[in-house]
């Protein structure tokens, strides 16, 4: 069974930078597509950045573009999203997921960690 545990969530100024970790267990990452998702209080789970299992290949919403940075490493069987130039509207519980393909929607995940706080304030 997959398990993934996400961390280096914390509080951060507007502009600075934070780089998260999804750590799995259980099994290797190599067969999974990635997804980082978000959710704000009073808001809906967003996807944020996600990255494909064959070919590497990366997406990002378009809050996230110029400004995040989705990786993998299967020898460390983690992925990582780096944040920068981060701002208040960031502030969230972030959420790693594993599924079958990358892809912004949260339904075509089936494994999720417990999520990371990351909160930009001054």
């Known amino acids: 069974q997959l398990q993934l545990v996400e961390s280096g969530g914390g509080l951060v100024q507007p502009g600075g930078s934070l780089r998260l970790s999804c750590a799995a267990s259980?099994?290797?990452?190599?067969?999974?597509?990635i997804g980082w998702f978000r959710q704000a209080p009073g808001k809906e789970r967003e996807g944020v950045s996600s990255i494909n299992v064959n070919d590497g290949s990366t997406y990002y919403a378009d809050s996230a573009k110029g400004r995040f940075t989705i990786s993998r490493d299967n020898a460390r069987n983690t992925v990582y999203l780096q944040m920068n130039s981060l701002k208040p509207e960031d502030t969230a519980v972030y959420y790693c997921?594993?599924?079958?393909?990358?892809?912004?929607?949260?339904?075509?995940?089936?494994?999720w960690g417990q999520g990371t706080q990351v909160t930009v304030s001054s």
């Open positions: 259980g099994t290797t990452l190599d067969y999974y597509a």
């Open positions: 997921a594993a599924g079958v393909a990358a892809s912004m929607l949260a339904r075509w995940y089936a494994y």
